[in-house]
């Protein structure tokens, strides 16, 4: 199983990325996708979730508003796209699998390597 993430960089305050994560090795629209980050120092934190079929997301209180969720289950990706970013943004973002419907970080059972985000103020 691998999880590919991609799309971090460098980005000023109030602008957008958008994160993808391909998925292989693993029967993709059977799981649950989410996105965690961890800035240094900090634990690891839920940011976003969507369920096996893309029609149901969840997300983070910090996001208000400003982060959107969707997937590609035609193409074994899920999407981040980040809007409005802020310095406190800035964090390495993971992509990670789950078989059920905990958004927690022991819940996952697939993670992929980070992709780093770093927002300028």
């Known amino acids: 199983v691998q999880l590919q993430a991609s799309g971090g960089g460098l980005v000023q305050a109030g602008g957008s990325l958008r994160l993808s994560c391909a998925a292989s090795?693993?029967?993709?629209?059977?799981?649950?996708m989410a996105w965690f980050r961890q800035a240094p120092g900090k634990e690891r934190e839920f940011v976003a979730g969507?369920?096996?079929?893309?029609?149901?997301?969840y997300y983070a209180d910090f996001v208000q508003g400003r982060f959107t969720i969707e997937r590609d289950n035609t193409k074994n990706t899920v999407y981040l796209q980040m809007n409005s970013l802020k310095p406190e943004d800035t964090a390495n973002y993971y992509c990670?699998?789950?078989?059920?419907?905990?958004?927690?970080?022991?819940?996952?059972?697939?993670w992929g390597k980070g992709t780093l985000v770093t927002v300028s103020s």
């Open positions: 969507v369920g096996r079929s893309g029609a149901t997301t």
């Open positions: 990670a699998a789950t078989w059920g419907s905990s958004w927690s970080v022991g819940g996952m059972v697939y």
């Open positions: 090795g693993m029967p993709f629209s059977n799981y649950a």
